[in-house]
């Protein structure tokens, strides 16, 4: 089972706390009455569906109830970052992959206490 | 090909087995093909039988990333049935079960087809509503499908609990008695053998990574692990992958691939003579010929293409079953598995031309691509070799997220989403 960081609470909860919504950065059109169908169809129906490194919103159900934006990667589901609603995608690169030591999980603080 | 019957069965007995071959060969690709299908699992193998057994084309090569039948074909839980809601979606798998019917003697290979019926259960009264809306519908599109108080129910499956008291109360059932099971990877090999047996060639560990077009937009072939190789024609047939496919020839898709997890107990002697499924509680059960009771749940979560999910969705599946079938409490599951699903907004499967000349796709079956392998290969291949969809598959067309034309079965499928 993951531990998903939210960023309101700020700590790590177990993954059945959260509710995945969709792809993050999706602008809701303004407007909608004057788009096209082709407009239409890439905005709502239309999704990258990325195999590997996607940004994707959350909703932290069963704590707080808010929506933040997370940077997954779908193949080993591994969280690579978090981060609030409205702000822009986060330069990856400049990032230190989530590793046993810089992210708290029981595990990890097990193994270090041993 | 040497045909398979009860004569061949005593005639390799008597020499020590010595004389079986190998039911499809590997042969190394050629430069070009007619048409390629991408993806060797039991749809697009069927593509290529009805290719080459129904419109003469037999220049195809099937090209597959891991082993044949590796993907979804060997990962569901084989539940075969079509009573769908919408007009649409029962002309396409009652298609579908009509050729599961005599499939084992087309192919000449026993894909264990077994009507044993499949019985969806109602908890509360709107299931009931939902259910016998299904049966006249159903009717009316002449798909058997009936209406069972709890005591039929119990009387055509007896494990089943229910008790007024049981966690899970049961006011009735829906029974499609054509419905059942059949073996999935002989699906996947009988299709391949009979395929190879016209020509087909069967290419497995053999990644596409790119698709190559001309000037014009149309396709001229695929980039794979083992080379180019060129095709007049190719057929998308990938499942969960298909987006990952399609966006190399610059389609995006109305597609999300979730984990869709499936699991065994240990064998038992037979104890469980149908199909059960509880789209409430999110639960479905079978038992395989070998004795293992094979169950399945609705799909994770959040979508990934891990192959393998949650530990917590299939105990919840489990909490299901026990309750409903208290004589399995004491079980052991033997192996759990997951399987990359490919969704569609609306529930249905897109079957169809795509923007690119050339390119075919059939994809989007979610959680219940299983049963229709025969229809959907049949119609399939139709609408490659004719370069126009079959009457069956028209409306499974890829623009009617554009169009607004959806066969919206989200709430209609028997398992929720």
């Known amino acids: 089972m993951l531990l998903i960081y939210c960023p309101y609470c700020e700590e790590e909860r177990s993954e059945l706390e959260f509710r995945q919504a969709g792809d993050a950065h999706i602008a809701r059109p303004t407007n909608m009455t004057e788009m096209t169908d082709e407009e239409f169809e890439a905005f709502f129906f239309l999704r990258d569906n990325v195999k590997g490194l996607t940004y994707e919103r959350w909703r932290h159900l069963n704590g707080c109830g808010r929506f933040f934006n997370a940077a997954r990667d779908t193949v080993s589901d591994k969280f690579v970052t978090t981060y609030k609603a409205g702000l822009p995608k986060p330069d990856i690169s400049t990032l230190r992959p989530a590793t046993e030591a810089t992210v708290?999980?029981?595990?990890a603080t097990e193994s270090n206490a041993k | 090909m040497r045909k398979y019957s009860v004569f061949a069965v005593a005639r390799e007995a008597m020499r020590g087995h010595r004389g079986w071959e190998a039911q499809w060969t590997s042969p190394e690709p050629r430069k070009e093909y007619d048409v390629i299908i991408i993806g060797a699992g039991g749809h697009g193998l069927g593509t290529a039988y009805y290719l080459a057994k129904e419109h003469g084309i037999t220049n195809i090569a099937v090209l597959e990333k891991g082993w044949l039948g590796g993907g979804n074909t060997g990962r569901n839980t084989t539940i075969i049935r079509s009573n769908y809601l919408y007009d649409e979606s029962a002309g396409i798998y009652d298609h579908a079960l009509k050729l599961w019917d005599d499939l084992s003697q087309d192919l000449n290979y026993n894909v264990m087809y077994s009507a044993r019926g499949v019985m969806m259960l109602s908890h509360n009264i709107h299931d009931q509503q939902v259910f016998k809306r299904h049966i006249h519908a159903n009717r009316l599109n002449g798909i058997d499908n009936e209406w069972l108080t709890p005591e039929q129910a119990k009387e055509f499956c007896p494990p089943l609990d229910i008790s007024r008291t049981a966690r899970y109360p049961i006011n009735g059932a829906a029974?499609?008695?054509?419905?059942?099971?059949?073996?999935?990877?002989?699906?996947a090999w009988g299709y391949a053998r009979a395929a190879a047996d016209r020509g087909v060639h069967i290419i497995q560990n053999c990644e596409v990574t790119g698709l190559r077009r001309h000037a014009n937009g149309a396709i001229a072939g695929v980039e794979t692990n083992r080379g180019y190789i060129g095709a007049k024609k190719v057929g998308v047939v990938a499942a969960g992958h298909t987006s990952v496919l399609m966006e190399?020839?610059?389609?995006?898709?109305?597609?999300?691939?979730y984990p869709l997890q499936a699991l065994v107990s240990e064998p038992v002697k037979p104890i469980f003579p149908c199909v059960v499924m509880s789209n409430t509680v999110h639960a479905y059960i079978s038992q395989s010929d070998k004795g293992e009771l094979v169950i399945g749940a609705g799909t994770d979560q959040y979508s990934s293409y891990s192959q393998t999910g949650g530990l917590q969705i299939i105990t919840h599946t489990l909490d299901a079953i026990c309750e409903l079938f208290p004589i399995f409490r004491r079980m052991k599951?033997?192996?759990s598995w997951g399987g990359i699903v490919d969704v569609t907004p609306d529930r249905s499967p897109i079957l169809a031309k795509t923007p690119v000349p050339g390119l075919y796709v059939n994809c989007g079956w979610g959680t219940g691509g299983f049963k229709a392998t025969p229809g959907s290969a049949n119609v399939f291949a139709h609408t490659i070799a004719n370069d126009a969809p079959h009457r069956i598959n028209a409306p499974f067309t890829l623009e009617r997220f554009r169009?607004?034309?959806?066969?919206?079965?989200?709430a209609a499928a028997a398992v929720a989403h």
């Open chain 1, 104 to 107: 708290e999980t029981y595990e």
């Open chain 2, 175 to 187: 029974l499609q008695r054509r419905g059942g099971t059949a073996r999935h990877d002989a699906v």
């Open chain 2, 248 to 257: 190399m020839a610059d389609v995006r898709m109305p597609l999300v691939s």
């Open chain 2, 333 to 335: 599951m033997m192996r």
């Open chain 2, 403 to 410: 169009t607004g034309r959806l066969i919206d079965e989200a």
